[in-house]
């Protein structure tokens, strides 16, 4: 069963299965070695590429996570590593927003890095898209990473910071807010770091001073609501937790406050870094460095985000 989908999968790596509809008018399958199917919630069956990747072998008490260090870059990749299920399957291709078409000559889109290479977004539609859906619903969740933002970026320019770092899930269209989930400088009036849920989002002040150093970042969603009725989201800039302020976007009258990030639909859209969701006449994307970027399902403490933006390991992240 995965994460947003009532059906079922079977993979069958040694053995024999069958499957057996409760609805005893449906036929039964039999599967072995090396075949794949999916499962309906009636017990209808399809056919699937066989994926035993998609499945854990080992299980430990560690925080699920995806790590895109930007290190290895492979026919225009970036390699992912992590513990959650086809980790390597995830790998984020470079991209024009534009064309949406994948670049071949790349190499002049890694620099040196927090932690040895970095992604180099010029802010002229490039970005990096993977293949991985996210986390749905209103699972709690962190990002961290490092960003340094280039010098020549105005900081007056408002196009510039609805950019993201990271976003995925579906834009929201006739009034139908709180599906996907983005971290992103806005720069309006001053700049701020903030998570959006696409209905309400939360901010914290950054110094002007940070942004062309490297600063590392971090967006914690714990599941829960502060007394406002607000997403509770904690956001540390080098190590240090923000005050931040909870907003409705104002000119949507029917935002919402729920987390219900949608990761299974047809249109919702798998993690990308350093462009937004939908296409925009405008091919403007982030202009910034990037490195080290994680995705937990779960919650990092403070203790455990300090730990990582000096270290830049995850084997203390377990409960």
Excluded at 142 to 150: D, I, L, P, S, Y
Aim: glycine share 8%; aromatic share 12%; hydrophobic share 35%.
């Amino acid at each position: 069963r995965f994460d947003g989908d009532d059906g079922l999968q079977v993979h069958v790596a040694k053995g024999k299965v069958r499957v057996e509809p409760r609805l005893k008018s449906m036929a039964k399958a039999e599967l072995t070695k090396g075949q794949a199917m999916t499962f309906d919630v009636y017990g209808s069956s399809h056919v699937t590429d066989y994926r035993a990747s998609l499945f854990r072998q080992k299980f430990s008490r560690s925080i699920p996570y995806l790590h895109w260090s930007f290190d290895q870059m492979v026919d225009g990749q970036f390699m992912a590593t992590g513990t959650i299920s086809g980790a390597d399957d995830y790998q984020a291709k470079i991209r024009h927003l534009k064309t949406s078409v994948e670049l071949d000559d790349v190499g002049e889109f890694q620099t040196v890095g927090r932690f040895g290479n970095a992604f180099s977004i010029d802010g002229n539609g490039i970005f990096a898209e993977t293949t991985f859906p996210g986390i749905g619903g209103n699972t709690p969740r962190t990002f961290a990473g490092w960003v340094r933002h280039q010098s020549r970026v105005n900081i007056s320019d408002r196009k510039w910071g609805r950019n993201p770092y990271c976003v995925w899930g579906r834009h929201h269209g006739d009034g139908d807010f709180g599906h996907a989930w983005m971290i992103f400088l806005s720069n309006r009036k001053d700049p701020q770091l903030s998570t959006s849920s696409y209905g309400c989002f939360r901010v914290a002040d950054v110094s002007q001073d940070d942004l062309t150093e490297w600063m590392h970042v971090a967006s914690v969603y714990t599941g829960k609501s502060d007394e406002k009725g607000y997403p509770e989201i904690l956001h540390y800039i080098n190590g240090v937790l923000q005050v931040s302020q909870a907003k409705h976007y104002k000119q949507y009258e029917r935002a919402t406050t729920t987390v219900d990030t949608d990761i299974s639909s047809e249109v919702a859209m798998p993690v990308r870094f350093g462009a937004p969701l939908l296409k925009v006449d405008n091919p403007s994307t982030l202009d910034a460095d990037l490195d080290e970027f994680y995705l937990f399902r779960g919650v990092l403490t403070a203790e455990q985000i300090k730990a990582l933006m000096a270290e830049n390991r995850i084997d203390f992240a377990s409960e």
